[in-house]
Structures are given as structure tokens and as C-alpha cells.
């Protein structure tokens, strides 16, 4: 996800906060540890400190490091030299070298093997990289910016993460807040992501309806923004009318956990439109069934004109 410049988007006074933070840290070329839960917009907050920063005409690399074996991790970090091993049949620029001049975001770093941690750790202190399979060590000059949805304080003392190089990554740390705790962003998010979803798929724009919009709006996200963006794109991939409405979104945002989850918390309802659309799509379906599928007869059980009965069927997707 590319989220531009997030002070035209964010605007619940938790995010603002934490992206004048990340303005100012974004200034020198400090190392930034972001944590947060799964989804959250980490590497939002990456992306705005890269392009806040000097060095944001360089490159901005990422690596997620869960997403690749243990055997892999070196090599995608470090680069080798033909013949370093069996299949390395040519040069291999590594990533921490590919960034110079620029940002690398580690996602996830808390997957990174001790090993690895360890060839990190002396790179980032020496400033400096040798390839696998070479002896020539080179330099390089790039930000690092550090993600994890683990509490790595305490895998420090657990020893489960080195802490040298927990030191070296949290010069400066910020948590990033789950979305539930600046659910005042949902609407502008939202908007955004259908923007995107509308001009991937070559669709005109789809505004949200009022009712798609309080559904969003009453549900917890515990997915976060990736959930929020990936229920967005269902909704703009499935939408039939002109509008994005509540029937549109994925079905586990009416039925997931509601309000803030917490014992005194107060009860969320569901929209009142959406509540009715579903009854008059279920009457409906119902109807059908009873009439062996002729619409007209249809229609006339539950009492409604076949004009809008027909009109209804193509909006709720019946036929």
C-alpha cells in the first residue's frame, strides 16, 4: 500500500501526533523502530519517514523479513558473487548496498534469525557489507527503519532478540496505534482506498453510501488498515450500482466484533438501512423460491411493484 503524503489523510489527533514525531525524526538519519499490531499502517509511517527525509530522492527498499526461509536471508540481505554457491551463476547486488543512498525498511525484523541479526548488526556498525562468497567488504550509506508486531523489549531479556542490536534499531521507537484507536481516520481512509481500488480495476468513482459508511464505521478492524483497504477493494470489485453500499462489503463486517470489545463498553448497532436491506433482500429470495422464480408473482407476495421489484433483484445481485 502507497499512501503519499498521510498528514492529507490522517486526522484523528492520535496520528497527527505521531506523524509530527515522525517528521521531526525524519530530519536526521537516526534508525527508527516502529511497532505495532499486524495491518496497522507501519509501513505507512516507513514510507513518511523516507520521504520526509533527506535522502528521499535515494531508494526506499523493503523486505519482509517472515516472508523469507532462514536460507534465503542472507543472500537478499548481503548479495553474493558468482559461483558462491551452487546456483549463483552471476553477481547478486545485496539490499543493504541496493539502499545506499537511501532508506531500507526491515518488516518484521523480529523474524530474523539470531545469525542474521548478528551479520546485520556488525553491517550496520562497520558501514560496510561483504558479499557471500567474497573477501572485498564494501561500503554503503543508507537509513535503516525497523518494523515488528512483537513486543521486543522483552524478547531482549528473553534473549530471543539480540540486544545490541536492539539497541542499534530503537534509537528512536514509535508504536504505531491499531485502528480502532483512531477510527476517526476511517472515512478519509476509506475514501482513499476506493480511489485506488476504482482506478486499478478502470471503474468511475464509487462514493460510499451512508450506510456502507456507518458499518465501517461500527466495526473494530482488527486487521487494521490492511483489513479496512482489503474490505474496500472487495467492495469496489462487487459493487453493481453506482454506489458502494453496506450489502457490497464483505459479509464478516456485520457479524465481526462491534464497539470496542472491552466490559462496559457501549453496544453497537447495526445501520438501520442496512438491517432493512437485508430483510427486503431475504423477503425477496424467499419469494422467489415460492413462485418457482416468476418475478411478477413474486412481486406481488410481499406487496411490492414489479418495476421496483426487478430494479431491486439487479441491486441485490439475484439475478
Request: hydrophobic share 50%.
Given at each position: 500500500m502507497s499512501l503519499g503524503d498521510p498528514t492529507g489523510v490522517v486526522i484523528d489527533s492520535v496520528m497527527v501526533r505521531m506523524y509530527e514525531l515522525l517528521r521531526k525524526l525524519a530530519g536526521g538519519d537516526i534508525s527508527v523502530l516502529l511497532l505495532g499490531e499486524t495491518g496497522a499502517g507501519k509501513e505507512f509511517a516507513a514510507r513518511?519517514?523516507?520521504?520526509?527525509?533527506?535522502?528521499?530522492?535515494?531508494?526506499?527498499?523493503?523486505?519482509?523479513?517472515?516472508?523469507?526461509?532462514?536460507?534465503?536471508?542472507?543472500?537478499?540481505?548481503f548479495g553474493y558473487v558468482k559461483g558462491a554457491f551452487t546456483g549463483a551463476d552471476r553477481n547478486k547486488l545485496?539490499?543493504?548496498?541496493?539502499?545506499?543512498?537511501?532508506?531500507l525498511f526491515l518488516d518484521e525484523v523480529g523474524e530474523l534469525s539470531l545469525g542474521a541479526q548478528a551479520k546485520?548488526?556488525?553491517?550496520?556498525d562497520a558501514r560496510e557489507v561483504t558479499r557471500i562468497g567474497d573477501v572485498t567488504p564494501r561500503p554503503v550509506d543508507f537509513r535503516l527503519v525497523a518494523a515488528s508486531n512483537r513486543d521486543l523489549a522483552a524478547e531482549r531479556v528473553r534473549r530471543q532478540f539480540r540486544e545490541?542490536?536492539?539497541?542499534?534499531?530503537?534509537?528512536?521507537?514509535?508504536?504505531?496505534?491499531?485502528?480502532?484507536?483512531?477510527?476517526?481516520?476511517?472515512?478519509?481512509?476509506?475514501?482513499?482506498?476506493?480511489?485506488?481500488?476504482?482506478?486499478?480495476?478502470?471503474?468511475?468513482?464509487?462514493?460510499?453510501?451512508?450506510?456502507?459508511?456507518?458499518?465501517?464505521?461500527?466495526?473494530?478492524?482488527?486487521?487494521?488498515?490492511?483489513?479496512?483497504?482489503?474490505?474496500?477493494?472487495?467492495?469496489v470489485a462487487t459493487a453493481a450500482g453506482d454506489r458502494i453500499e453496506s450489502w457490497d462489503l464483505p459479509a464478516g463486517l456485520g457479524t465481526g466484533e462491534p464497539g470496542s470489545g472491552e466490559p462496559g463498553s457501549q453496544a453497537r448497532f447495526q445501520p438501520i438501512a442496512e438491517e432493512i436491506a437485508a430483510l427486503e433482500k431475504r423477503r425477496m429470495t424467499e419469494a422467489l423460491a415460492v413462485s418457482g422464480g416468476n418475478q411478477s408473482e413474486a412481486a406481488k407476495l410481499?406487496?411490492?411493484?414489479?418495476?421496483?421489484?426487478?430494479?431491486?433483484?439487479?441491486?441485490?445481485?439475484?439475478c
Open positions: 513518511a519517514v523516507h520521504a520526509w527525509s533527506r535522502r528521499a530522492a535515494g531508494p526506499l527498499l523493503a523486505l519482509n523479513c517472515a516472508a523469507l526461509p532462514e536460507s534465503l536471508m542472507e543472500s537478499e540481505l545485496g539490499l543493504l548496498e541496493a539502499a545506499c543512498g537511501g532508506t546485520l548488526l556488525r553491517a550496520i545490541d542490536l536492539y539497541y542499534r534499531l530503537a534509537a528512536a521507537t514509535v508504536t504505531v496505534p491499531p485502528l480502532r484507536e483512531h477510527s476517526g481516520d476511517i472515512p478519509a481512509l476509506a475514501r482513499m482506498f476506493v480511489a485506488r481500488a476504482c482506478g486499478a480495476m478502470a471503474r468511475s468513482p464509487l462514493p460510499l453510501s451512508d450506510a456502507a459508511m456507518q458499518l465501517l464505521l461500527s466495526y473494530r478492524f482488527p486487521g487494521n488498515v490492511r483489513e479496512l483497504a482489503n474490505a474496500i477493494d472487495y467492495g410481499i406487496g411490492m411493484p414489479r418495476r421496483t421489484f426487478v430494479r431491486k433483484m439487479r441491486q441485490y445481485r439475484l
